[in-house]
C-alpha cells in the first residue's frame, strides 16, 4: 500500500510534458500545473497556433500570464528530499511496436520526435534541447520513424537530401558531384513538392472515381431493390393467376361432375321407372296364366265356357326388343371431351411455358440504356435463339388456310368458315399474328413461295380492319415485302428499297430489350437485308400477309 502511495505521488507531482518531477510548477486558468519551460516552449513550437492546454486541450485567447505556484514548488522539494524521483507511467515505456528514444539509458522511453538531421529519435525529455537550443530549433522534427537510417547513403554515409531524376533514386550531396555527375538532380524537399502535386492530381482522379464508384453501388442497391420488387409482384400476380385458373378448372371439374351426377340421376330414374313397369307387367302376366290355368283344370264343359268370359284382358305388353343396352359406353363420349380439353391445355401450357422460359432467363440488369448486343456471325449462332412459331387461329384471315400444326398459311378462294372474333383480321387483307409473344433474343425463319410475302413484327393492339391494319402502313408494326427479284421494308406506310440476292427463305432476329430487329436473307449463307434500331415498348408477335391465290408461307421448325 505505501508503495501505491508513493507511486501516486510520484505521478501526481510529474510534468506531463517532460514526465519528470516539475521545475518551477505553474498552474495554468484550467487547473493543469506543468514545468515553467516545458508549458513555454510547448507554445512557441505552435506560436501561430491558439495556446491551449496540452492535456484538456482547452484554448486561451492569448497567452496566459504564468506565475510560479510557491505550493506546489514545495511540495516538490518535500518530495526530492525523500530521494525519490518521478517515475514514468508503463504505458510511456516503449513496446516492441514502438519507436524507443535512442537516448534513454536502461529501459527505454517512446519517442515523441524523430529529427531528420541528427537522425535521432528523441522521448520528451531528451527532445528539450531541440526547443531550448537555438541551432537545434532549426532541425527538421517528424513523427517517430524506425526507418532513419534509410536516409544515410550507404556509400558515402551521409544524409540524403537530393534526388536524381535520371535515376529515380534518394542520393546525398557527394553523389550528386560523384556517380550522379551531370544527372537531372533536384532536392528531395523539391522533388516531394513535385511528386506531391502529382499525388494531388491522381487523388482527386481517385476521390472522383471513388464518387462515381458509389453511384454506380447506389445505383446496383437500387436495382436490386427494383428487381426484387419486380419479382416479388410477378410471383404475386403468378400466384394470383394460377390460382385463379385452377378455381377455374375446378369449377369446370365440379359442373362438369354435376351435370353427370344429374343424367345419371335421370337416367337411372328412366331405367327403374321402365324396370318397375316390366315388373308389374309380369306380376299381371303370372296372374292372368294361374287364372286360365285354373280354368283349364275345371272337366265341365258348361262350366269352362260360362267361366271363360271372366278372364281378365291381357294389357298392352312391352317388349324387350324395344330396349338397346349400350354396355359401358354411357359416358364415354364426355370422357372424350375431357381429354380433348386436357390435350389442348397440355399444348398451350407446353408452347406458353417455354415462351416463359426464355423470357425470365433473358432478364438482366441494366446500369444504362440498353445498347445493341452484338449478333450471332454465323446461322449456327442465331439457332440459339430460335423458338418455335405458331400461328393464332383467332387473329388469320377468313381466306387464309392453316395447316402444319397452324405453322402454314395458305391463300385460298373462298372462305374457310372461321367463327367471328374480334382479333380476326379483315378478309380485305390476308395476314395473321403468331399465337407467342416475343421479348428477348429471339430468331424464326419463314419458307415462302413464289408471290408477295410480307414477313412482320407487330404489337398486339395494331388494328384489324382498314388500310392502318396492313403491317408497316401503321407505327405498330414493321415488315419486310418479299417479292421475287426484290424487298421492301415498310414502317408507318414509309417504304424503303432494300437490295439483296433473292431467296426463298427469310430469317428474323429480334432483340427485344436493345430494340434490334434484323432480316436475313438465308441460303447457303445468310445476307443482312435491313436492319432496325428502336425502342420496343411491349411484346412482339410475328405475322405474315400472304398476296396471291394458292401462294403460302411457313414458320420453318429449326430444333
Known amino acids: 500500500m505505501a508503495q501505491k502511495g508513493d507511486q501516486l505521488d510520484q505521478e501526481t507531482f510529474s510534468c506531463s510534458i517532460c514526465l ?52 506546489l514548488a514545495a511540495l516538490v522539494e518535500q518530495l526530492k528530499k525523500t530521494g525519490l524521483q518521478a517515475a514514468p507511467a508503463d504505458h510511456c515505456y516503449a513496446g516492441p511496436e514502438d519507436v524507443a528514444c535512442d537516448v534513454c539509458s536502461g529501459r527505454k522511453l517512446k519517442a515523441v520526435k524523430s529529427c531528420l538531421v541528427c537522425l535521432v529519435s528523441y522521448c520528451q525529455k531528451h527532445l528539450q534541447p531541440h526547443h531550448d537550443v537555438a541551432p537545434l530549433k532549426k532541425h527538421q522534427l517528424v513523427d517517430p520513424s524506425k526507418n532513419l537510417q534509410d536516409n544515410i547513403c550507404p556509400r558515402h554515409d551521409e544524409v540524403m537530401k ?46 472522383q472515381q471513388i464518387q462515381d464508384r458509389e453511384k454506380d453501388v447506389k445505383l446496383l442497391q437500387q436495382e436490386v431493390e427494383a428487381i426484387d420488387q419486380s419479382a416479388d409482384k410477378t410471383v404475386e400476380d403468378g400466384e394470383e393467376i394460377f390460382t385463379e385458373l385452377i ?21 337411372v330414374r328412366r331405367v327403374r321407372d321402365l324396370e318397375e313397369k316390366l ?83 433473358d432478364v438482366d440488369v441494366l446500369l444504362s440504356e440498353p445498347e445493341p448486343r452484338p449478333e450471332p456471325k454465323s446461322r449456327a449462332g442465331f439457332l440459339k435463339y430460335s423458338c418455335e412459331i405458331t400461328l393464332d387461329p383467332n387473329t388469320v384471315s377468313t381466306e387464309l388456310l392453316l395447316s402444319e400444326e397452324n405453322r402454314k398459311v395458305t391463300l385460298m378462294d373462298k372462305d374457310q368458315s372461321y367463327s367471328d372474333h374480334p382479333d380476326r383480321f379483315s378478309s380485305d387483307y390476308y395476314q395473321v399474328l403468331s399465337r407467342e409473344s416475343l421479348t428477348g433474343r429471339r430468331y424464326w425463319e419463314v419458307e415462302k413461295k413464289a408471290g408477295v410475302v410480307y414477313v412482320a413484327v407487330s404489337y398486339k393492339n395494331i388494328s384489324r380492319s382498314g388500310g392502318e391494319s396492313v403491317f408497316g402502313w401503321n407505327d405498330k408494326s414493321w415488315s419486310l415485302r418479299c417479292e421475287s427479284d426484290r424487298y421492301e421494308f415498310w414502317y408507318n406506310n414509309v417504304k424503303t428499297y432494300i437490295s439483296g440476292p433473292p431467296s426463298s427463305r427469310i430469317g428474323v432476329y429480334l432483340d427485344h430489350r436493345a430494340g434490334v430487329l434484323s432480316f436475313y436473307s438465308v441460303s447457303g449463307t445468310m445476307t443482312l437485308l435491313h436492319r432496325v434500331q428502336t425502342p420496343f415498348t411491349r411484346p412482339l408477335y410475328a405475322g405474315v400477309l400472304v398476296y396471291g391465290s394458292g401462294n403460302s408461307a411457313e414458320f420453318c421448325k429449326l430444333k
Open 20 to 71: 519528470d518531477l516539475l521545475k518551477d510548477p505553474v498552474t495554468i486558468p484550467c487547473g493543469h500545473s506543468y514545468c515553467m519551460n516545458c508549458i513555454n516552449n510547448f507554445w512557441d513550437e505552435g506560436e501561430k497556433k491558439i495556446p491551449s492546454c496540452p492535456q484538456c486541450r482547452r484554448t486561451f485567447t492569448q497567452k496566459p500570464e504564468l506565475v510560479k505556484n510557491t505550493m
Open 162 to 207: 537530393m534526388f536524381c531524376r535520371t535515376d529515380q533514386k534518394c542520393i546525398c550531396y557527394l553523389c550528386s558531384v560523384d556517380e550522379h555527375k551531370g544527372h537531372d538532380t533536384v532536392s528531395a524537399a523539391a522533388e516531394r513538392t513535385e511528386r506531391q502535386r502529382e499525388m494531388e492530381v491522381s487523388r482527386q482522379q481517385i476521390q
Open 279 to 361: 315388373q308389374q307387367e309380369i306380376t299381371d302376366l303370372k296372374r292372368r296364366d294361374a287364372e286360365m290355368k285354373q280354368l283349364r283344370d275345371i272337366e265341365d264343359h258348361n262350366q269352362f265356357l260360362h267361366n271363360y268370359p271372366s278372364l281378365s284382358p291381357l294389357s298392352e305388353s312391352t317388349h324387350s326388343s324395344s330396349i338397346s343396352i349400350r354396355p359401358l359406353r354411357y359416358f364415354q363420349d364426355v370422357t372424350a371431351a375431357v381429354s380433348e380439353v386436357r390435350g389442348r391445355l397440355q399444348d398451350i401450357l407446353r408452347d406458353t411455358w417455354t415462351n416463359i422460359s426464355l423470357t425470365i432467363t
Open 247 to 267: 378455381s377455374l378448372l375446378q369449377k369446370r371439374r365440379s359442373e362438369v361432375k354435376q351435370q353427370i351426377r344429374s343424367q345419371q340421376e335421370t337416367e
